[in-house]
């Protein structure tokens, strides 16, 4: 069974730093591209966040260039995201997807997705 | 970057009606386009990859159709399960983008 289980969330204050886990089972990790996708409350979709199978390719949705860090371990069969100077506008409950096929760039179907976790940025 | 813009906004139907969900692309998108499905404190589910596949376990009544700009999911006969949130989603372009959202209500 393929299973995504994020980590890390919590209240931060605005220019804080915040780092989130993703552990996963069930699949060849190293396989697959991985996402995050996040949902501030209330609020649509936001496609956050892609890195390739070997970490060749990541990719960036542009509010979040150049303060968020998308990276994996393929021994720890995990994927991670480094997120710098937080804004308020950074609140949302931030999900990990797995791509639908695996191939070596993400083709960015997100067929497995974890159950959340809720990231605050608030003084 | 590919703006999608679904309507209806809320579309309220009852059980066994057909529902059927707009997504419109403000460039063309091929057929690079997905439809998820999304209830109160879950994931989001995919449902539809490539405009008109079926994902894994994703029942028969639950249809995808268009290309380049216009696409359409379809819901042929609507269970209790159905009423959610519905999301289009491109992976044409960078950035990858979403639809803003067609909630599916009971009438």
């Known amino acids: 069974e393929v299973q995504l289980v994020e980590s890390g969330g919590g209240l931060v204050k605005p220019g804080g730093s915040q780092r989130l886990s993703c552990a996963t089972s069930?699949?060849?990790?190293?396989?697959?591209?991985m996402n995050w996708v996040r949902q501030a409350p209330g609020k649509g979709l936001e496609w956050v966040s892609s890195?390739?199978?070997?970490?060749?390719?990541?990719y960036y949705e542009d509010s979040v260039k150049g303060r968020f860090t998308i990276s994996r371990d393929n021994a720890k069969n995990s994927l991670y995201l480094e997120m710098n100077s937080l804004r308020a506008e950074d609140t949302a409950v931030y999900y990990c997807?797995?791509?639908?096929?695996?191939?070596?760039?993400?083709?960015?179907?997100?067929?497995?997705w974890g159950q959340g976790i809720l990231v605050t940025v608030s003084s | 970057e590919v703006v999608l813009t679904q309507s209806p906004a809320t579309l309220s139907l009852s059980p066994g009606e057909r529902a059927t969900l707009s997504c419109r692309a403000s460039?063309?998108?091929?057929?690079?386009l997905a439809w998820y499905q999304q209830k109160p404190g879950q994931a989001p589910r995919l449902l539809i990859f490539?405009?008109?596949n079926r994902a894994t376990g994703i029942p028969a009544r639950f249809s995808g159709s268009g290309s380049g700009t216009d696409f359409t999911l379809t819901i042929s006969s609507l269970e209790p399960e159905d009423f959610a949130v519905y999301y289009c989603?491109?992976?044409?372009?960078?950035?990858?983008?979403f639809g803003q959202g067609t909630k599916l209500e009971i009438k």
């Open positions: 460039q063309s998108v091929s057929s690079y």
């Open positions: 069930g699949f060849i990790f190293s396989n697959y591209s």
């Open positions: 890195i390739s199978r070997l970490s060749t390719y990541k």
């Open positions: 997807a797995r791509d639908l096929e695996p191939e070596w760039v993400p083709n960015s179907y997100f067929e497995y």
């Open positions: 490539d405009a008109s």
């Open positions: 989603h491109q992976r044409s372009n960078w950035p990858r983008t």
